[in-house]
């Protein structure tokens, strides 16, 4: 049973950073895909970026040049640094690991910016 364990959430203030971690229980180097995706109060679900395993990263337009995912294979952990956070990337912050035909979820983590 594959757990993905979030964590590094919390209340920042527009132009903050945070880091988001996102904790496998078994290799990440097992899955096709890693990332991160977003849902704020009254919207969908929405894609903020992943990584392949071959390393190649893609971002929503709305976060690019703001966060960067990564991943660390030895602590089988993926992370989402953002940076000049803004009010508009409020929202709870899935993980998200893929094998052929499944999807995994973490439970999530809030993200709150504001003054």
């Known amino acids: 049973q594959v757990q993905l364990v979030e964590s590094g959430g919390g209340l920042v203030q527009p132009g903050g950073s945070l880091r988001l971690s996102c904790a496998a229980s078994?290799?990440?180097?097992?899955?096709?895909?890693m990332g991160w995706y977003r849902q704020a109060p009254g919207n969908e679900r929405e894609l903020v970026a992943t990584?392949?395993?071959?390393?190649?990263?893609n971002y929503a337009d709305s976060v690019k040049g703001r966060f960067t995912i990564s991943r660390d294979n030895a602590k089988n952990t993926v992370y989402l640094h953002m940076n000049r956070l803004k009010p508009e990337d409020t929202a709870v912050y899935y993980c998200?690991?893929?094998?052929?035909?499944?999807?995994?979820w973490g439970r999530g983590t809030q993200v709150t910016v504001s003054s």
């Open positions: 998200n690991a893929l094998r052929p035909g499944v999807h995994y």
């Open positions: 078994g290799s990440i180097l097992s899955f096709n895909a």
């Open positions: 990584i392949i395993s071959g390393g190649s990263t």
